[in-house]
């Protein structure tokens, strides 16, 4: 997070050394997250990526 901005990166086309400032309101949540402490090369974002894709991550919608 920067100034309350999640940074995105896919470790090809936004790879880990510049990522994506986003808008919080642009994005959908799921009921998983990715150990960051781990992500040390974009190799194995991508990799995480991958298999986090193939797990089927549900994602949560905001309900009222």
């Known amino acids: 997070m920067e100034d309350g901005y999640p940074l995105l990166c896919d470790?090809?086309?936004?790879?880990l050394e510049r990522p994506k400032r986003k808008n919080p309101l642009h994005l959908a949540g799921t009921n998983r997250r990715l150990d960051m402490q781990s992500m040390e090369t974009n190799r194995v974002l991508r990799r995480a990526l991958r298999t986090f894709a193939e797990a089927g991550a549900v994602r949560v919608t905001k309900g009222g």
């Open 11 to 15: 470790g090809k086309h936004r790879p």
